[in-house]
């Protein structure tokens, strides 16, 4: 990804060399993604149809969470807006004061997404649907796609394995990067993309790494894919077990599963053995166990190196956010990109934005386990963990009016906060006060309409099998 972009922006004097080892490997998952993703690629002139086409992909509309507040509990986080506000208000506020049927029925993409059903533009244009969307794809052949594209622009690929770092004695900053074979590769500026070991930033600058498994405490997955499901439904699953989650993924060519758990809470075996019993379909291989720590190193970028990806930090995938960081601090680092000189002021903006954006996620992820209900030791115990401040500010705020505000640019918005918040049981006191001023038949009535028209959009969708097949040509 990184090579890619830098590739497309930056002037054509620039040389980009990106080094990959073969026998090291990628993490090898990573397949639901959150909508920026679609903006990503068009800056890069990838195409939607061809992108899912090279990436056995799918669509997704949002995550649906089941068990997180009892064994048969469900609700979705849908993308997109939900509902249509009224003078100044967000529309939740005059839902919550009506509750006519349930949130969900009045976002297009939770409806489409229970219907298996999608299409870009539902055959109305003029009528408003804030109906956006993600993918689901293998993240393997994303890369390929990608690679092709940084080759076809100058970018030199380097097959090897880096074994030392070379530095500048005064300044600090990494001068070259030797291969095991003895070859150089000198360069002005580096991104470490080298994974959870963080090769770069973390061995070789030294930057800390902020350890946040207090509140999140899962620290191994086990992933597994299985057979292709269909019909393919346009929605990434999130099933709470005993000791965390099980993620489900629909791609065209199999289904992606995995088991993010705790191991203070179960052991391997125990987890090998919940993984496949919640799988729906046979396993297509073994499952293959990834250990983790939760957090961040604290400065992305340290000296002349800037972290991207595992190598900055890791967020469970709970709501599919890494490689969306992995694309935001790409944004950012063009932002500041810095030219002949780096400038310290640029830097530090570039972490202290770095900073914000992967606290704000990690709360919203916080949020998932602090508000569960469920009766196993390892959930208890999340109940407990003290909040982060802010968090705790924004549950509180909820709490006595239904009122979320989003912090300067977060990534996810109130509607998304809401849907987790209500979701996950977070119920409150009131709405505001304001949503008071329709009488109870005008409420009633633009209530009505808005879930007619979510209807209406819906039903007019071909299934997301059909758009997949008209889209990509092939549905294999
Ligand atoms: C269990 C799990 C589930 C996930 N699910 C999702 C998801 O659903 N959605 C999502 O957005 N993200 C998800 N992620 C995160 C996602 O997988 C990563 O963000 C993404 O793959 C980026 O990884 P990376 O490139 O930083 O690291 P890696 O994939 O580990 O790549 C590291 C690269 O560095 C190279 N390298 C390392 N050391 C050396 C060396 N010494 N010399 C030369 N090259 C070297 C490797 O060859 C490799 O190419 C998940 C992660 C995990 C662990």
Redesign the pocket.
């Known amino acids: 990804m990184a090579a890619a972009a830098l590739s497309r922006f930056l002037p054509a004097t620039s040389r980009v060399t990106l ?15 959150i909508p920026q993703i679609r903006l990503f690629n068009s800056s890069l002139g990838v195409e939607e149809g061809a992108f899912l086409a090279t990436t056995q992909g799918t669509i997704k509309l949002g995550i649906e969470f089941v068990g997180w507040t009892g064994p048969d509990s469900r609700y979705t986080h849908a993308f997109g807006a939900i509902g249509r506000g009224l003078g100044l208000l967000p529309f939740h506020h005059y839902w919550l004061r009506q509750q006519t049927g349930s949130l969900w029925d009045y976002s297009v993409a939770a409806a489409a997404a229970k219907a298996g059903r999608f299409a870009p533009d539902p055959g109305r244009p003029e009528l408003p649907t804030g109906l956006t969307w993600a993918y689901q794809f293998d ?1 393997g052949l994303y890369a390929g796609l990608l690679r092709g594209q940084a080759e076809a622009r100058r970018v030199t690929r380097v097959e ?4 030392t770092v070379t530095r500048d004695p005064l300044s600090g900053d990494v001068t070259a990067l030797v ?1 095991n074979d003895g070859r150089q590769i000198a360069g002005d500026f580096f991104i470490d ?5 963080g ?1 770069l930033v973390g061995e070789a600058m030294g930057v800390p790494f902020d350890d946040w498994s207090r509140w999140l405490p899962c620290d191994r ?1 086990l ?1 597994v894919p299985s057979e292709a499901i269909r019909p393919i439904l346009p929605l ?1 699953r999130a099933t709470a077990r005993t000791a965390g989650w099980q ?1 489900r ?1 629909p791609l065209r060519h199999r289904t ?1 599963n ?1 088991l ?1 758990f705790c191991s203070a809470y179960l052991n391997e075996d125990a987890a090998t053995a919940e993984l496949l019993r919640g799988l729906d379909a046979p396993a297509l291989a073994e499952p293959r166990l ?1 250990r ?1 720590t939760t957090g961040r190193r604290t400065d992305a970028w340290a000296g002349n190196c800037v972290a ?4 900055s930090g ?1 967020l ?2 709970l709501e ?7 694309q935001s601090g790409i944004a950012r680092l063009l932002q500041f990109w810095p030219g002949e000189r780096i400038a310290p002021a640029d830097r530090d903006a570039f972490n202290r934005e770095t900073a914000r954006e992967w606290a704000s996620i990690r709360d919203f992820l916080v949020l998932h386990y602090h508000a569960n209900a469920r009766a196993e030791p390892f959930w208890q115990a999340c109940r407990a963990v003290p909040l982060p401040d802010q968090l705790a500010a924004k549950l509180d705020l909820f709490r006595a009016h239904g009122r979320i505000v989003r912090e300067g640019d977060e990534l996810f918005t109130e509607v998304g906060w809401l849907q987790v918040m209500l979701g996950q049981g977070v119920l409150p006191a009131s709405y505001h006060p304001l949503a008071d001023a329709p009488s109870a038949e005008d409420l009633a009535s633009f209530l009505d309409a808005q879930r007619r028209h979510v209807s209406a959009v819906v039903g007019r969708m071909p299934s997301h099998e059909q758009f997949l097949r008209t889209e990509t040509r092939d549905l294999s």
């Open positions: 080094v990959e080892s073969d026998d090291i490997g990628t993490v090898g998952v990573g397949e639901a993604t993240a090897g394995e880096v074994a291969l993309c080298s994974g959870f070991r090769l997955a992933a990434t993620w993924i992606g995995g993010v990834l983790f991207l990806g595992l190598a890791f469970e995938p599919s956010t890494s490689l969306h960081l992995v």
